[in-house]
T-cell receptor
């Protein structure tokens, strides 16, 4: 079945540091890939997405490129801020499997310190 | 963006009682709603998918008689945990979408503690 593996957290960075959160996936069809962010006390919010190979999703300074050859969708940001502290979830939606369900990774908690 | 609310945000109940959790889409019509369960340091696990006006589709291993889902309107879905037991304690999250292939908007979650 489909699965998403993302790096274990927590990740602690200083402000303005470079961020990478690794995400790899397995899927039977042709998935769309997503990054969701959950700020403390809030629901999950869509951060960015990519629907086909080589697509790059970007939002709020975050980027992720859909790499079919390595089945990866790593999240990056060049300079993190304290306000980026949150839990980040990588997810896929495999419409080729006949459903539109999201499969999530376990989440990576990011803490950015001043 | 679209807003989804959940109520209550936190509930504590005694073993054997039933608990109802509401999920509302505040500014759009949600033809499809999803219910997830999240254990500490674990990913969200899909429990069921509900479409307005029809019976929910449960994932394998989820007891439909224990987790009753009703999606009676385009803005409201409810999850009732019947005869709750301590092992049902968890974080329950709903999401809503105007169509299955569109973006899912998530609620803030409900933390259930069964004593």
């Amino acid at each position: 079945g489909d699965s998403v593996t993302q790096m274990e957290g927590p990740v602690t960075l200083s402000e303005e540091a470079f961020l990478t959160i690794n995400c790899t996936y397995t899927a039977t069809g042709y998935p769309s890939l997503f990054w969701y962010v959950q700020y403390p006390g809030e629901g999950l919010q869509l951060l960015l997405k990519a629907t086909k190979a080589d697509d790059k999703g970007s939002n709020k300074g975050f980027e992720a490129t859909y790499r079919k050859e390595t089945t990866s969708f790593h999240l990056e940001k060049g300079s993190v801020q304290v306000s980026d502290s949150a839990v980040y979830f990588c997810a896929l939606r495999d419409s080729g499997a006949g459903s539109y369900q999201l499969t999530f990774g376990k989440g990576t908690k990011l803490s950015v310190i001043p | 963006g679209a807003v989804v609310s959940q109520h209550p945000s936190r509930v504590i109940c005694k073993s054997g009682t039933s608990v109802k959790i509401e999920c509302r889409s505040l500014d759009f019509q949600a033809t499809t709603m999803f219910w997830y369960r999240q254990f500490p340091k674990q990913s969200l696990m899909l429990m069921a998918t509900s479409n307005e006006g029809s019976k929910a589709t449960y994932e394998q291993g989820v007891e439909k008689d224990k987790f009753l889902i009703n999606h009676a309107s385009l803005t409201l879905s409810t999850l009732t945990v019947t005869s709750a037991h301590p092992e049902d304690s968890s974080f329950y999250i709903c999401s809503a979408t105007s169509s299955p292939q569109e973006t899912q908007y998530f609620g803030p979650g409900t933390r259930l503690l069964v004593l």
